[in-house]
């Protein structure tokens, strides 16, 4: 079945960087656009960056542009999400699914928090 691993979440202070992880595996990762979605406290869940299978295009909603980047590593079945000078109300837990999203494939996903 398909499993969505997601890692390096961690408590940053704003300004600061972290890097996810989302490790795939159950399909065949390279036929599929994914992205890193978020879900912060009392709020739904959101698309925040996508990247088709090839890798070259990528799309990130308003908030986070120009701060964070997605990239992925078909021959690891990996997708990542840089995310620099990290904000307060970029605190949420994230998670990695493909795009459209699975709603069967959700991991657990990884908390961020944006805090001083």
């Known amino acids: 079945q398909v499993q969505l691993v997601e890692s390096g979440g961690g408590l940053v202070q704003p300004g600061g960087s972290l890097r996810l992880s989302c490790a795939a595996a159950?399909?065949?990762?390279?036929?599929?656009?994914m992205g890193w979605y978020r879900q912060a406290p009392g709020k739904q869940r959101e698309l925040v960056a996508g990247?088709?299978?090839?890798?070259?295009?990528?799309h990130y909603t308003d908030s986070v542009k120009g701060r964070f980047t997605i990239s992925r590593d078909n021959a690891k079945n990996t997708v990542y999400l840089r995310m620099n000078n990290l904000k307060p109300e970029d605190t949420a837990v994230y998670y990695c699914?493909?795009?459209?999203?699975?709603?069967?494939?959700w991991g657990q996903g990884t908390q961020v928090t944006v805090s001083s």
């Open positions: 990247v088709i299978k090839g890798g070259i295009s990528t």
């Open positions: 159950g399909f065949r990762f390279n036929e599929h656009a």
């Open positions: 699914n493909r795009i459209p999203a699975r709603q069967a494939d």
